[in-house]
């Protein structure tokens, strides 16, 4: 009901509005669908319309499937029977017509649990929807209608066999309408889901029309020729393009072959029903096949294409991760030896090109083996991390600060001079002294640290030699004592 509501305001003016819309498809196919076949309709497009009617209306719209039925029958049975005894047998009709559309509904409503969605989204919900809402309503239903038909005596005493033409021609009737209405239904219920119909091009109506004038006007097999534009239709626009298109075609075929044109006349009139009511089944459910599986694989390939570009971010954040897992230490966080010597090699050649000073420092924490010998190796973890932690607080952005390995680790000072170095130096020396790590028992564990220095020279051509010079001032702060900075050059 909310689809209708900017259309139909009120619940009553909805109730009105499906009324209209079953009365003008009984009267529509009266009109437009009468072969030489008798006082029936070979398209019943207001048993269509009834499903439509109860799906939009609820019980609502069982009152405007009967009363709509009933005007569209109360005519031409007075002309038949005369008011009184048309009235009732109007109203008979139209309790069968409304039955038929409350079983039309049961169907459509069960697939839909069934299949746990909306009803004609998938190919595979089209054998269920042609058996279980356009043919089983119909066949139960419609004998019923022949039945009453002739218990009042309308037309001459029919034989079996035109009892059974009569009937086959009801169910017929009754299934395409239900077979063409129920598609469009689900195409304008859906109709976000699609490509929008105005966007269809010129060129497709006009060639669509005239193959249509050339096939009932001109030379009927040029009918064939409206397949490939059907397919084009299916494939581009759809179910809601496909069930208008088979909807504009039916209704074609029918005024075509009620005045004798076309390729479906046959040598009888129930011939020509029958070549038509073939044509368009085997049509109308290769189309709209082909167009529920278009859109199934359009969805399938932009669920994969969704799942593609989901598991390529997932690769790069793994790349990612497993890059900062290259050039990160796991224990302490600060950069690794390798990514370290890849910096200060970049450093380095800068430095060489636009003579700039710089300078490499080196730094052992005193007295390590104790501190894990003493306390375990969790008291060695926490002060590797506190003491990492020191520097990286000391520093600038622009120096690289890694570790070098075991309790050693290194800076590289770019565009520093010897006394500034020698000052940064310092004040990491002074950072980690202040370090105070509380054990679990109690006890507080400090640190120290010796650092050796070496600053670039003119004739420094590789990082190896920088690094060599720090290590040697490194060990003589060792020798020297511990807890101290050395420079190169230095007395030990």
Known sequence: MRLLRPLAGTPNRLALTLTTLYVLCGYGSAWLARLAVGPLPVMEFASGAGLVCLLLGGRRGYASVWFGSTIVHLPQLTMMLG???????AGALAFVDMAEAHLARIGWRSGEARFQHPLLREPR????????????????????????????????????METGWRTLILILGHASGLFLIGPCFAGWRDRGRWPRLVSLPWW?????????????????????????????MAIQYGLPGTS??????????????????????????ELSYLNLQIFLFSTGFMLHYLALAQTLLLRHRMRLEAEVIARTEALAASNAKLAELATIDELTGARNRREWLHRATEQLLHARRYPEPLSVLILDLDHFKLINDSYGHHAGDLALCAACD????????????????????????????KEESRRVAEKLRQAIASIRIGLDNGEMVRLT???????LRDYDDTLDLLIRRADDALYRAKRGGRDCVVCEGDDA
């Open 83 to 89: 008011i009184e005894f048309a009235l009732p047998l």
């Open 390 to 417: 020191a520097c990286t607080a000391a520093l600038r952005a622009s120096d690289s600060f890694a570790r070098w390995g075991g309790e050693e680790f290194v800076v590289l000072l770019p565009a520093t001079s």
């Open 244 to 269: 208008l298109a088979v909807l504009l075609l039916a209704l074609t075929s029918i005024a075509g072959t009620a005045h004798g044109q076309g390729i479906f006349i046959g040598a009888t009139s």
């Open 125 to 160: 919900e089209l054998l269920y929807f042609w058996l279980y809402v356009v043919m089983l309503p119909p066949l139960l239903t419609q004998p019923i209608q022949v039945l009453l038909l002739n218990v009042a005596g309308i037309g001459n005493q029919p034989s079996i």
């Open 449 to 455: 640290v010796s650092i050796g220095m070496a600053s």
């Open 204 to 232: 497709w109506i006009a060639a669509f029309v005239t193959v249509l004038a050339l096939a009932f006007l001109v030379y009927r097999h040029t009918l064939m020729l409206v397949l490939p534009l059907l397919l084009v």
